[in-house]
């Protein structure tokens, strides 16, 4: 093939019928699709990114030509196809460019590509004698006729660009399909060999389903290292995992902490309030295989220290704030001058992403400085959250909590009720 006839296949100019346009637009949404999912993985390079970027506007490049030289077909201007970018208006173009044949014979832009490629012919080409005996009167030779409608002036550009077009098809579903495959930890199996009791018991204790095998947890910590950028004390460590069911769909989410470094001295910072730095990456369960869904660097913060304590599966608290939401509330305490207080940080889920909701107070005690000799002066109470049964409804529904035991003045506490304020929950009145 001469260089004239392949760099035509990257010039706007000339017509392309049918065929050759809808292949283009096959291929292409194929290949958009997967791109979607590599330029939306986490987990996916600085550089593969890159790759893929300039891929897609390659393809977008050819995906222009053809729907220009596809307009030419139809005798009209390569302007032609900015009536794609007009809502309302765009059904216009994609019904003429997909469904009507282009100008039968020359036209203002090139030779009609249905006769050049051999596909037709104009009737006139070829006249067919009313009986086989006038074929030796009107000098008609049958095998000639597949010479006269099928001339190969530019034959060789169709059955590139179609070749072409079915190359750009095959890739793309291929990348489709792998992208279906590449995420992020393992795919929906059995739990199997002589750990399938423990990791059994391990998947309901956190809500995973026995037959489903969590997200790698190598990979997802690996993930967020990559977008961090970070090294040194800064390396992120899995806080804890949890799966859970919301509105029909299974997630699964990985919570890892980072220290807070003093940029300066490049130390962990050493104070109380200097807790970790939490971040989250979401995966939903997709066909049989986990996807990811968010990552979120950082969202929150957690403990002191630099460290937030690991807690128990057991010690967790799930609970379903509305068909859109969920919330894990995770089991904190403090304590001062004998004194110690108990609570929940409730972290919520919401669509793609979680969210910090503040602390909901649900005890306290004085074991430490109680005077066993004055039992008077001893006091320990707990509490049990839920969702209030009325009130304020929504994605961030009313929060209560139910007491139990004695309080500083000796009398059993009165149930608390907390209420969403736009950023958090505070207490309206109670405890």
Same mark, same amino acid.
């Given at each position: 093939?001469?260089?004239?006839?392949?760099?035509?296949?990257?010039?706007?100019?000339?017509?392309?019928?049918?065929?050759?346009?809808?292949?283009?637009?096959?291929?292409?949404?194929?290949?958009?699709?997967?791109?979607?999912?590599?330029?939306? $993985?986490?987990?996916?390079?600085?550089?593969?990114?890159?790759?893929?970027?300039?891929?897609?506007?390659?393809?977008?490049?050819?995906?222009?030509?053809?729907?220009?030289?596809?307009?030419?077909?139809?005798?009209?201007?390569?302007?032609?196809?900015?009536?794609?970018?007009?809502?309302?208006?765009?059904?216009?173009?994609?019904?003429?460019?997909?469904?009507?044949?282009?100008?039968?014979?020359?036209?203002?832009?090139?030779?009609?590509?249905?006769?050049?490629?051999?596909?037709?012919?104009?009737?006139?080409?070829?006249?067919?004698?009313?009986?086989?005996?006038?074929?030796?009167?009107?000098?008609?030779?049958?095998?000639?006729?597949?010479?006269?409608?099928?001339?190969?002036?530019?034959?060789?550009?169709?059955?590139?660009?179609?070749?072409?077009?079915?190359?750009?098809?095959?890739?793309?579903?291929?990348?489709?399909?792998?992208?279906?495959?590449?995420?992020?930890?393992?795919?929906?199996?059995?739990?199997?060999?002589?750990?399938?009791?423990?990791?059994?018991?391990?998947?309901?204790?956190?809500?995973?389903?026995?037959?489903?095998?969590?997200?790698?947890?190598?990979?997802?910590?690996?993930?967020?290292?990559?977008?961090?950028?970070?090294?040194?004390?800064?390396?992120?460590?899995?806080?804890?995992?949890?799966?859970?069911?919301?509105?029909?769909?299974?997630?699964?989410?990985?919570?890892?902490?980072?220290?807070?470094?003093?940029?300066?001295?490049?130390?962990?910072?050493?104070?109380?309030?200097?807790?970790?730095?939490?971040?989250?990456?979401?995966?939903?369960?997709?066909?049989?295989?986990?996807?990811?869904?968010?990552?979120?660097?950082?969202?929150?913060?957690?403990?002191?220290?630099?460290?937030?304590?690991?807690?128990?599966?057991?010690?967790?608290?799930?609970?379903?704030?509305?068909?859109?939401?969920?919330?894990?509330?995770?089991?904190?305490?403090?304590?001062?001058?004998?004194?110690?207080?108990?609570?929940?940080?409730?972290?919520?889920?919401?669509?793609?992403?979680?969210?910090?909701?503040?602390?909901?107070?649900?005890?306290?005690?004085?074991?430490?400085?109680?005077?066993?000799? $004055?039992?008077?002066?001893?006091?320990?109470?707990?509490?049990?959250?839920?969702?209030?049964?009325?009130?304020?409804?929504?994605?961030?529904?009313?929060?209560?909590?139910?007491?139990?035991?004695? $309080?500083?003045?000796?009398?059993?506490?009165?149930?608390?009720?907390?209420?969403?304020?736009?950023?958090?929950?505070?207490?309206?009145?109670?405890?």
């Amino acid at each position: 093939m001469n260089q004239n006839k392949l760099l035509s296949w990257l010039s706007w100019n000339g017509r392309i019928n049918r065929g050759p346009y809808l292949l283009m637009n096959c291929a292409a949404g194929l290949f958009y699709k997967a791109a979607e999912r590599v330029l939306n $993985d986490a987990s996916v390079s600085t550089f593969e990114g890159a790759l893929w970027s300039m891929a897609t506007v390659a393809i977008s490049y050819l995906a222009i030509v053809v729907a220009i030289k596809r307009a030419h077909d139809r005798n009209r201007s390569g302007f032609f196809i900015l009536l794609f970018l007009v809502p309302g208006i765009n059904l216009w173009p994609i019904v003429e460019l997909t469904f009507f044949r282009g100008t039968s014979g020359p036209n203002r832009f090139g030779n009609d590509p249905l006769n050049e490629a051999g596909l037709a012919a104009p009737l006139s080409y070829v006249s067919v004698p009313p009986d086989v005996s006038s074929h030796e009167h009107s000098g008609f030779r049958p095998e000639t006729a597949s010479r006269l409608q099928f001339p190969s002036s530019d034959r060789g550009f169709m059955v590139g660009l179609f070749v072409g077009a079915l190359t750009i098809f095959l890739v793309g579903s291929a990348m489709f399909y792998w992208m279906n495959w590449r995420v992020p930890g393992a795919p929906l199996s059995k739990v199997e060999g002589s750990a399938a009791t423990a990791a059994s018991s391990e998947a309901q204790s956190s809500g995973v389903p026995p037959r489903v095998i969590p997200p790698d947890l190598d990979a997802a910590v690996d993930s967020i290292r990559r977008i961090r950028k970070v090294d040194g004390k800064e390396v992120p460590k899995v806080w804890f995992q949890y799966s859970f069911n919301m509105d029909g769909a299974d997630y699964h989410v990985v919570f890892t902490q980072v220290p807070q470094v003093d940029p300066k001295t490049g130390e962990i910072k050493d104070c109380h309030a200097c807790g970790a730095m939490i971040d989250a990456i979401t995966y939903r369960l997709v066909s049989g295989r986990w996807e990811t869904l968010s990552t979120q660097i950082p969202f929150t913060q957690a403990g002191e220290y630099g460290e937030a304590g690991t807690p128990s599966i057991g010690s967790l608290q799930y609970l379903r704030l509305s068909d859109k939401s969920v919330a894990l509330l995770i089991p904190t305490g403090w304590g001062q001058a004998g004194s110690v207080g108990t609570g929940r940080h409730i972290i919520s889920f919401s669509s793609t992403q979680w969210r910090d909701l503040g602390l909901l107070e649900t005890g306290g005690s004085n074991g430490e400085g109680c005077d066993i000799g $004055d039992r008077e002066r001893c006091y320990e109470y707990d509490g049990e959250v839920s969702v209030a049964p009325e009130g304020k409804a929504g994605t961030y529904p009313d929060l209560i909590v139910v007491f139990s035991g004695t $309080d500083e003045s000796g009398k059993s506490p009165s149930s608390a009720r907390y209420r969403f304020d736009g950023k958090e929950y505070t207490q309206v009145y109670g405890k």
